[in-house]
């Protein structure tokens, strides 16, 4: 009987010739000369590995011996070349190391306050942390510190600190974040100046006496917010006492700010005398580093010309003025403060912005005056 669905094949029911199996014609290309002469190599480097590693050992020992060698042929009683020139030959001490001074806490304190972070854009609180890095490098390097504090740490400026800058403040000394306003950081700083690690008076506090006591005899300072507003010039730092840099970068969008913010708390306010001795020939702004590091300056060389000259970028165009004199001597230091020093670098960050004007030295109307 027929099948229903007709013949299983076209040639009449025979088996279909059997399909090749696609694996069958597989097989790995040839290997060019070049590949072929790179797989000697390699296996070449393989089986020469041991015969390497013997041959460093023994290379490793020969010259172990020799070292020795030259030692037993040395004579005992004839010193070393290098206690030679220690005992006989000792080097001139208009060659030796100049050593600098040892870091001194001195009893005054710096607070950079942080309390406008809703006024910055994102590049300009990055800006900001920068300047806060840098302020604390610089105190941390200068031979004569303050306690340094900054208040209001909070917002993004800190999320920035916690997260991008990865926490790397946590382990900062001698500095101390408080999410508190100035004012707190300001009670905190009289504390600590009046406790046994208060620091001492020495650089430009050597021979400073404080004008002010308690009734406790202890010693007291002034409160002062730094703004070129302020029409007071500030002459001296004196022991003791709290100065205040406004930690913002806005480029000059809130003008008076600082001084605002310190007239409406009923604070004292002044100055840097940058005016008084520096003529600039192009506008000029202070970043709150340089605000720091100018005061460093004086407090090591008691001198605001040439705290000026030291830390001025070059680039503003500033020079001294006519008539301002630099003193030929710093402050004499404590004999027992002379140790091996690391001085601060100079090199200014790149792109970095500059702060504004209330947190620094002059107004737009000083920097422009001939």
């Not at 991008?164 to 408080?178: A, Q």
């Not at 004008?211 to 022991?239: F, H, M, N, R």
Request: charged share 30%.
């Amino acid at each position: 009987m027929a099948s229903p669905c007709g013949d299983s094949s076209v040639d009449g029911g025979a088996n279909p010739a059997p399909i090749p199996s696609s694996n069958q014609d597989k097989s790995p290309p040839p290997l060019s000369k070049n590949q072929l002469k790179k797989l000697r190599r390699d296996q070449a480097w393989e089986q020469g590995r041991q015969r390497r590693k013997e041959l460093r050992k023994l290379k490793n020992k020969e010259k172990k011996e020799r070292k020795r060698a030259d030692a037993d042929k040395e004579p005992a009683s004839e010193p070393s070349q290098g206690k030679r020139k220690a005992t006989e030959d000792p080097e001139p001490p208009a060659l030796k190391k100049i050593k600098h001074l040892k870091n001194v806490q001195l009893p005054v304190s710096f607070v950079i306050d942080c309390g406008f972070d809703d006024l910055m854009l994102d590049g300009e609180r990055k800006s900001l942390a920068s300047q806060v890095t840098r302020s604390y490098s610089d105190n941390h390097k200068a031979p004569f510190r303050s306690h340094l504090f900054i208040s209001s740490f909070e917002g993004h400026l800190k999320e920035r600190f916690d997260t991008v800058l990865t926490g790397n403040h946590r382990n900062w000394k001698g500095v101390k974040f408080i999410d508190s306003d100035f004012e707190e950081a300001a009670r905190l700083a009289e504390e600590l100046m009046k406790s046994n690690q208060g620091g001492k008076l020495a650089g430009a506090f050597q021979e400073k006496v404080p004008a002010q006591q308690t009734e406790d005899g202890i010693p007291s300072g002034e409160v002062v917010y730094l703004t070129s507003d302020s029409p007071d010039i500030l002459t001296e730092l004196k022991p003791y006492s709290t100065y205040f840099i406004g930690g913002i970068v806005d480029k000059n969008r809130h003008k008076g700010i600082c001084y605002k913010r310190a007239m409406d708390r009923g604070m004292k306010t002044a100055k840097l005398p940058i005016g008084d001795y520096m003529k600039m020939t192009s506008r000029f702004v202070l970043a709150t580093n340089h605000v720091v590091e100018i005061m460093l300056r004086w407090l090591e060389l008691g001198d605001w010309a040439k705290a000026f000259l030291q830390v001025i970028p070059k680039r503003k165009g500033g020079i001294l003025k006519d008539g301002a004199m630099l003193l030929e001597k710093s402050p004499p230091a404590a004999e027992d403060d002379v140790e091996k020093h690391s001085e601060p670098s100079k090199q200014d960050e790149e792109g970095q912005n500059i702060a504004e004007t209330g947190a620094a030295g002059i107004s737009e109307k000083e920097a422009a005056a001939p």
